[in-house]
């Protein structure tokens, strides 16, 4: 057998043990999280982390060693990124209020993360396919691979005969069959391993009647064995078994297949995306100024109320905590509208007219002026009443969608891909504002 599929199929078995071990202590953790101080639980999630970073490691080792991808310095940059990510969210779950929103992010990295580093994104790297990179990764490829696991545990007990080279007396050559090897006698090597383990606790408890670290490490053990519960251990590893299929037709699934679908997937959306473009750019060009001229009215009419923040100044009538809730939302949903009609506009309009892309980069400069004003808003009430959990996870939204729009107009000027720094910004600024609020809140 060549010695690369044979290491790969050694790594194969780790990560079929792997995934028992996972997905039992994935379980555990929201069975038990309630008996665990918030330190414990982010040690736990600290180590689900760093196990699924080594478990993501062996399916790429396994994918080089089969020949099926070789990823670019640049993908593996954006892999490390994403293990960095998810180690330092699962850190910030210490914090009481970020733990539940942080705990949702890090389920994204893992599925994210697996697709980074074997090669699974649509197109190669971090896109604004991110929704359907997720599909895949979420849906498509641990379901297509749910029976990975049975398969793998049947091929460890059932390799298939290998070839052997036999040279005959005359000097010619013929193709046989390896000598079978002798049948594993599982049942009797766990009977002689459990007889040895007996012969081990008596020694044990012989030397611990003698010295007394003998015997604190006796008590140790019997204290462990007698908080193991049977009915407990049961009702963690029936729902653990669905989960660990779920996780290694992720993970096995990933490393298995090579970019062959997800190539054919890009190629067809390339496809549709050329005779999506049927709409006049004429008519797209009206509606973009439309909306920009509306947007420079809006501005004129509220310039005296919206832009009081950047000079510490309230409005007559408002307090501030009125004057920061007052349009918040209501600003950053017209930014995201205006992503959202941009997105249409690349969709179904030209790339190459020059006046719908002058429209577009005015429409996110505006989009870059109402995430401002949002901003000074949060500002202005974080500096007389200090920060909270909510205040600073909107100063981080804002922040985000200003990002955006600057990386949007960098795009539309510069036909630069910028997707993807726009992608590690805002995980980058999420941790930072985890941090920030467990130091400070």
Known sequence: ??????????????????????????????????????????GFLT???LGAIVWLELSMKQQQLLGKYMPTRFQ????????????????????????????????IVVIYMVLSGTGHLLSGRSSCLL??????????????????????IYECFHSPDEMVEVVLPDGSTVMGKKAEKKP????????VLIIIAGFFLAALGNLASVDNHFSDAMLSIEHFFENISVSASIRKIFPSIPVGAFLFGLFQGSANHD???????????????????????????????????????????????????????????????????????????????NFALLATVRIF???????????????????????????????????????????????????????????????LLKEKKTFAPWLWYSAGSYVVMAFITWCFV
């Open 131 to 152: 929704p359907l990179d997720l599909a895949n990764g979420g849906c498509l490829l641990p379901f297509a691979n749910i029976y990975a696991r049975v398969v793998s």
């Open 184 to 191: 594993v006698n599982v049942v009797g090597i766990l009977l």
């Open 47 to 49: 180590a689900l982390s």
């Open 259 to 337: 970019r062959t679908m997800e190539e054919k997937r890009c190629g067809l959306l390339a496809k549709a995306s050329s005779k999506c473009r049927f709409m006049p750019d004429a008519l797209l060009s009206l509606v973009l100024l439309l909306f920009s001229v509306m947007y420079i009215m809006f501005f004129v009419s509220q310039a005296s109320y919206m832009f009081s923040a950047f000079a510490g100044v309230l409005p007559e009538s408002f307090t501030a905590s009125e004057y920061a809730v007052s349009g918040f939302h209501e600003l950053i949903n017209v930014v995201l509208i």
């Open 349 to 411: 309009g030209s790339h190459e007219n020059k006046k719908l892309r002058s429209l577009s980069v005015i429409l996110m400069g505006e989009s870059m002026m109402f995430a401002t004003i949002s901003a000074s808003k949060i500002i202005l009430y974080m500096s007389r009443f200090g920060y909270t959990f909510s205040r600073t996870l909107g100063l981080w939204g804002t922040s985000v969608v200003f990002v955006g729009s600057v990386l949007a107009i960098v795009h």
């Open 76 to 107: 593996k940059c954006e892999t490390r990124f994403w293990e960095v990510i998810l180690v330092l969210l699962s850190l910030s779950t210490f914090s009481g209020d970020m733990k539940a929103l942080s705990l949702f992010f890090m389920h």
């Open 1 to 42: 057998m060549n010695t690369n599929v044979k290491q790969a199929g050694q790594l194969k078995k780790l990560c079929l043990g792997l995934s028992y071990a996972f997905s039992y202590a994935y379980i555990s953790l929201f069975i038990d999280t309630f008996g665990f101080n918030s330190l414990a639980v982010t």
